[in-house]
């Protein structure tokens, strides 16, 4: 009977010592050994180390990721491509859309195991797609809000998943999901909610587009004890600049926050003069979003009529972004503005500009707008809530200022001085693709 025990123990300590990773890595060479000497002996081993180290990360959104698409939508397809580099991705979407927003974005099919759409029934009501947003077609599952944890569940047991992305705290709060039987959760918040949300409401009170609502006020201050207990469950919290990670130390000492910067693609600089018409200044940004909104509104009432009254009427903006809202569309009638709305390809339209504006007066995380207009090689003038987050230097890679006289002054610099918009330009597509690629996300995630 002592035998047996004894057998029965050992039997057990067996297992345990398996199962401890500590020897998980001697896994892979163990196995391989069952391939007999030669050159097939190395490429067993190899394979067994890629097999055993192969990691499975749900990447769950509310939203379609798309290089194509807002701002958001370029960094969680970012996000998808810096998890393909390392590991399976399995990307699902969650929200109420009868059909997901784009625009498409055919890598996200490729890079990923699997797609799946997500769509909850909370009543009879659905949330259409933006009329200006192509629809994307994705493998659909319809459930109650109630069963959305469940159908999660169900799908990362089919697909073996080991680890979760949650992107943003809005899909968290649409995905009820116990998080406890993945070993690897990790969630980018990107920019921190509440403190998004107050500058917001702030600007819209000085702009008296809203009388100071106490009850929005209040739920805002929900928002920040919400997110602080949200971001302790995670093992990882990534958000886009060191600006965003020093304000989430604050609300949550006990967490780690981790920078993944926003990017773009890194393009050679050809800076060709001829090409730009030399009066034409751009603004690119979803306009639902009220902070471009603003800019748009600011930059035409307030900056625009000092830069013509030193250069003339010839002096043309153009403003390309999804959802104008109807506000804007008013300044389409007066002469040299142009409403664009959505442009898939931007690369003409950077590439015919002399000037990219980045008129911001709130707002938080990065402007993909101005890392844009530096792979692109098109020079800058930003607000410093624009540059915000940014290692960017005033007079170096970009031209700073803030109310509407410096602002203008900044932008008749640039339109009137060649020679400085190559310099500023040479630098920031440097910076770009030194610190703000791919290759660098990569980089910080690993």
Known sequence: ?????????????????????????????????????????PL??????????????????????????????IRAASLVRMLA??????????????????PEDSAMKE?????LHVRTMLDSTTEP????????????VECEASQVSKTLHAYVAKHQIDGIFIFRIETYFLAQLTLEQLPRRFMDLDELTFRRSERIEDLKDMNGHRGRDMVRRRAIAVTRLLEAKVVSRFEKVFVSSKVEAAHGRELAPDTIFHVLPNVVPSRA???????????????????????????????????????????????????????????????????????????????????????????????????????????????????????????????????????????????????????LAMELVREANELQRRSYSLENLIRCYD
């Open 1 to 41: 009977m002592s035998m047996l025990l004894l057998i029965f123990f050992s039997f057990l300590s067996g297992l345990a010592t398996i199962a401890a990773p500590c020897i998980w890595p001697l896994l892979p060479i163990i196995l391989s050994s069952t391939v007999s000497g030669g050159r097939r002996k």
């Open 44 to 73: 067993g081993i190899v394979t067994g180390i890629g097999v055993s180290f192969m990691l499975a990360t749900l990447f769950l959104s509310y939203l379609y990721p798309s290089s194509h698409g807002s701002g958001t939508q």
């Open 85 to 102: 580099a390392r590991e399976d991705v399995f990307l699902v979407v969650i929200n109420r859309e009868a059909s997901l927003a784009g």
């Open 111 to 115: 890079m990923c195991q699997d797609t």
């Open 129 to 140: 797609a933006s009329r200006e947003r192509e629809p994307v077609r994705m493998p659909i």
């Open 269 to 419: 600089l050809a800076w060709n003069l001829s090409a730009r018409k030399s009066q034409e200044i751009l603004f690119v940004g979803t306009l639902s979003y009220y902070p471009n909104e603003d800019a748009v509104r600011f930059f035409c009432c307030e900056i625009l009529p000092i830069i013509r009254q030193r250069l003339g009427d010839a002096v043309r903006l153009r403003v390309i972004g999804f959802d104008c809202p109807p506000e804007l569309r008013s300044f389409a009638s007066e002469g040299g503005i142009e409403l664009l709305g959505y442009e898939k390809d931007l690369a003409v339209a950077y590439g015919t500009a002399s000037l990219v504006v980045v008129p911001l007066r709130a707002g938080t995380g990065t402007r993909l707008k101005i890392l844009e207009a530096f792979a692109h090689g098109c020079p800058v003038v930003s607000t410093t809530i624009g540059a915000e987050g940014l290692n960017i230097v005033p007079d170096v890679h970009f031209l700073l200022a803030d109310d509407p006289e410096a602002f203008a002054n900044a932008c008749v610099r640039i339109l009137t001085n060649p020679a």
